[in-house]
């Protein structure tokens, strides 16, 4: 896959989005917001607090994003101006009645950075990149409580779908087909 940034000005700054390595300390940041976050939601959800430190520390470490690295996937992080703003990572998952399928994994932006067009510009990356690894398709699963993430999706065509995977936190599974390049 090329290393080409998407520029989008949207105000006075704009917005980049680059591969990054998984192990980068701007990953590793952004990727310990992201599951603060998430990780916060469903604790007060379901258990009326936020997260222990001992559990948050456990999330971050049981997910490395070696799944993320090349050649079968990818780590792409948004910056506002210069300031590192969120992810969205993909990776290769094999095929599905022929197509070739990737999964789009921890797509976020920092509560700070939203309202201004990220999104969109990420989630739209993230499409190019799994075409870029040879997806036909692309799937995702997220959870209930995520409303956000989920009227996202269904505003960028995504449609709900069956179980596509089978982990813990998984409510709702998404799916859609990818034109191809130019298309």
Same mark, same amino acid.
């Given at each position: ?8 000005p ?15 300390? !701007? ?11 998430? %990780?916060? *939601? ?12 001992? $559990?948050?520390?456990?999330? !971050?470490? &049981?997910e490395?994003g ?7 996937? !990818? ?6 101006? %210069? ?8 990776r /290769? @998952?094999?095929? @599905? +009645? ?8 921890? !797509?976020?932006?920092? $509560?700070?950075?939203?309202? +201004?067009?990220?999104?969109?510009l990420?989630?739209?990356? &993230? ?16 959870? /209930? ?6 009227? /996202?999706? &269904? *505003? ?9 995977t $089978? ?6 599974w998404?799916? +859609? +087909? ?5 298309g």
């Amino acid at each position: 896959m090329t290393h080409t940034e998407i520029r989008t000005p949207r105000t006075a700054s704009s917005w980049t989005i680059t591969p990054e390595a998984v192990g980068s300390p !701007v990953a590793a940041a952004l990727w310990r917001a992201y599951y603060t976050e998430v %990780s916060d *939601r469903y604790y007060l959800l379901h258990e009326g607090r936020k997260t222990a430190p001992d $559990e948050l520390e456990r999330e !971050v470490a &049981a997910e490395t994003g070696d799944d993320l690295r090349p050649p079968n996937g !990818v780590l792409l992080v948004a910056r506002y101006g %210069s300031e590192p703003a969120g992810t969205a990572g993909v990776r /290769l @998952m094999g095929d @599905m +009645k022929g197509t070739p399928i990737a999964e789009l994994k921890r !797509v976020f932006l920092r $509560e700070d950075m939203r309202g +201004k067009g990220g999104a969109a510009l990420l989630l739209a990356a &993230a499409e190019d990149a799994a075409r870029a690894l040879g997806a036909g398709q692309i799937i995702l699963d997220t959870r /209930l409580d995520l409303v956000e993430a989920r009227a /996202l999706y &269904a *505003r960028h065509g995504y449609e709900e779908s069956e179980p596509l995977t $089978e982990r813990m936190y998984a409510e709702c599974w998404y799916a +859609k +087909k990818l034109a191809p390049a130019g298309g």
